[in-house]
DNA sequence: AAGATGGTTCGGCTAGGATCGAACCATGAA
DNA sequence: TTCATGGTTCGATCCTAGCCGAACCATCTT
């Protein structure tokens, strides 16, 4: 058995789990500094330095220079296809690292991921959205269509997308919790920012729980998921 | 970053070369004992047993116990999903390991692929079906057309994918050897028993050679490739 | 210019795990 | 029973690779 692609290289090297932290970290959110993912795995900048140049090396990430900061992000779909598979495998095994969804309903309901909302609210307000038609989801790709610009645009979401041209201005994220997708990229960060100026929601201090007023779930509710 | 499927486990469970050995053996070939994988790996015995306790253990392989024999399988058809994936990955990246084609003609014309028929005429027969739209082909989707459906019915596939319905009716499958695709999924697990059935090929003993009869293959390349 | 921040390189420490020799259990054949 | 074969368990060895401290370079700010 020595022909054949080289499966054990690529294999070892998602296997660390710091380098795994990172590269389920780049597929949630697109692009992040050496630095944050440092935080985000919790080792050291040397330590997250070394990781980073072998998945560079090994062609798994890429990364775009700017000023003094380097943002990574993964190196194509097909990396991100693999990761949603090694995901699919692990979970049906019972390879969940503690727990795969929060026994805390509070962050179960609805949560920070990165820079945009998840949990059970997400998924429901996503879901709803697609069959509304505000998007035109293939595969592994989101773009909003007319009729979704309109209904962000009526509640005050700036679908223009200030940001960098390298993001996207809207992805499917994927849920661990539920398994099932959630709304991200540029329109995904600016609801939640909507909703946070709108009084809707404020983040709770230390936590990735989102805390909804009952004037702002009943807004999203009836935004979002009344039919 | 402490929750969310444990995916570095399963990815270094896959990362070392005896596992990744036995893994690929076991995809290309449905059933093997532990000494055939201990040769293949290129290991002792205990050194094998040890491998197999942990894929075992894991969840990605499964046995069948037989006399004084275990016949080790992949435990599904994730497992058989991610390590393409994987290949896929590790052969964009030029991770491949040294000769990528086998060098037995009667192998690189026809083996067995899992379930499927892998091969020179099998990445032909699929180019061709992709040519006469019989699928329509987004990225890393394939679903069939209305002509497909037809053409295989035409000859006695059974298209209605008796299976459980998380099993894609079609799919591409790379093939390493030639760097191409051919057709995997339900449909290509039924073409394959078709051709066994209509007597235009069987299967070599203890070998993934699949031997077409004379006028098998006849019958197979005026099905399929002659234009 | 001085400081702060982002990132890399080098060297040494350490732990985890792959490997094998040897002994051992289970099944089937003579 | 005796022998051969398939497979596992245990213990010891050895090496890889992840990690951090310290020093360093590069970029941006004041």
Redesign the interface.
């Given at each position: 058995?020595?022909?054949?692609?080289?499966?054990?290289?690529?294999?070892?090297?998602?296997?660390?789990?710091a380098?795994?932290?990172i590269?389920?970290?780049l597929m949630a959110d697109r692009a992040l500094t050496a630095t944050e993912l440092a935080g985000?795995?919790?080792v050291t900048k040397q330590t997250i330095s070394g990781h980073l140049a072998k998945l560079l090396d090994?062609?798994?990430v890429e990364v775009d220079a700017q000023g003094r900061h380097r943002y990574f992000r993964l190196?194509?779909?097909?990396?991100a296809?693999?990761?949603e598979?090694?995901?699919?495998?692990?979970?049906?095994?019972?390879?969940?690292?503690?727990?795969?969804s929060?026994r805390e309903p509070a962050l179960r309901k609805a949560r920070v991921c990165y820079d945009h909302l998840a949990g059970e609210l997400a998924v429901a307000a996503f879901e709803a959205m697609l069959m509304r038609g505000w998007f035109a989801a293939?595969?592994?790709?989101l773009s909003l269509t007319g009729a979704g610009r309109a209904a962000f645009e009526a509640i005050g979401v700036d679908v223009s997308v200030p940001g960098s041209s390298r993001r996207p201005v809207c992805r499917m994220c994927l849920d661990?919790?539920e398994r099932r997708h959630h709304l991200a990229g540029g329109v995904g960060a600016a609801l939640l920012q909507r909703m946070y100026a709108a009084g809707w929601a404020h983040r709770q201090k230390d936590s990735r729980v989102v805390v909804l007023s009952a004037e702002g779930e009943k807004a999203f509710r009836e935004v979002f998921l009344l039919d």
């Open positions: 058995m020595k022909d054949g692609p080289h499966i054990a290289r690529v294999a070892a090297l998602i296997g660390d789990n380098r795994a932290d590269l389920t970290a985000i795995a919790g090994a062609g798994l190196a194509g779909r097909d990396v296809h693999l990761l598979s090694l995901m699919g495998v692990a979970f049906r095994t019972g390879a969940v690292r503690l727990r795969s929060p293939r595969v592994g790709e661990w919790g």
